[in-house]
């Protein structure tokens, strides 16, 4: 089970962390990706954090403004976050972590385990 949460509005340019909490399963052993869904259009890709925190991957929209801290600190809680920085208003959503084994995916579909979203607004 997957629990994102830590959402809110904010004011463009402003920086938020949320959270991604586990339960029932040992996460530290799987990859991790975030993915959003704004509304009217198709969940999509945001980042991605392999087991170990040894690499990760953002989508281009996010680069330089999104990370994926994740070190064995947070594995031992079984949680993860994304820290958002330098926030758009093209970045409202709702954010939504999700795991699988085996790499690098941007496809949704391949990940087996997902979490409740929770909603980021950024007002401009």
């Known amino acids: 089970q997957l629990q994102a949460s830590g959402g809110g509005l904010v004011q463009t340019g402003d920086s938020l962390r949320i959270s991604c909490a586990a339960s029932?399963?040992?996460?530290?052993?799987?990859?991790m990706g975030w993915f959003r869904q704004a509304p009217g259009k198709e969940r999509e890709f945001v980042a991605f954090?392999?087991?170990?925190?040894?690499?990760?991957?953002?989508?281009d929209s996010v680069k330089g403004r999104f990370t994926i801290p994740r070190d064995n600190a947070d594995n031992a809680k079984n949680i993860l976050y994304l820290q958002m920085n330098d926030l758009k208003p093209e970045d409202t959503a709702v954010y939504y972590c999700?795991?699988?084994?085996?790499?690098?995916?941007?496809?949704?579909?391949?990940?087996?385990?997902w979490g409740q979203g929770t909603q980021v607004t950024v007002s401009s």
């Open positions: 999700a795991a699988r084994w085996m790499g690098l995916a941007r496809n949704p579909e391949l990940y087996p385990y």
């Open positions: 029932g399963r040992t996460f530290s052993n799987y990859d």
């Open positions: 954090i392999t087991s170990t925190g040894g690499t990760t991957y953002y989508t």
